[in-house]
């Protein structure tokens, strides 16, 4: 174990891949911190979020809840293929970009105007 870090990025960039095991975390910040960095994912699909960022077959795999068969055979197949695991890991890159703080404030902006504008009876 490699103890702790302030440098999640650079620690995280020289990996290969991301494997959350999780029956239960729904939206995961560790998923986008690997696609951040152009690393693929394996997860397991637990309700509630993780599908909206995880695209299956093209930034990482979405693996069915409790299927520890295909699970295992997903993770075997990334580890395998060094040309997918890197053109997933683009993908997540491109994908993650979504999720970067300055565009999440102004889709938090927009939604608190578009609330407010209903309030006072107006139209944004």
């Not at 020289?14 to 560790?30: H, N, P, R, T, Y």
Request: charged residues 25%; proline residues 2%.
């Amino acid at each position: 174990m490699m103890g702790f870090t302030t440098e999640m990025g650079e620690v995280m960039s020289k990996g290969s891949l991301m494997v959350l095991a999780s029956l239960g975390e729904s939206f995961s910040l560790v998923t986008l911190e690997a696609m951040s960095v152009g690393i693929p994912t394996v997860v397991y699909d637990c309700p509630g979020g993780i599908s909206y960022v995880v695209k299956d077959g093209e930034t990482g795999y979405l693996i069915p809840l409790h299927d520890e068969e295909t699970f295992v055979e997903r993770v075997c197949q990334l580890i395998e293929n060094e040309d997918q695991r890197r053109a997933m890991g683009m993908a997540g890159l491109r994908e993650s970009e979504k999720y970067k703080m300055d565009i999440i404030i102004q889709r938090w902006m927009a939604l608190f105007q578009e609330l407010l504008a209903k309030k006072r009876g107006t139209k944004t």
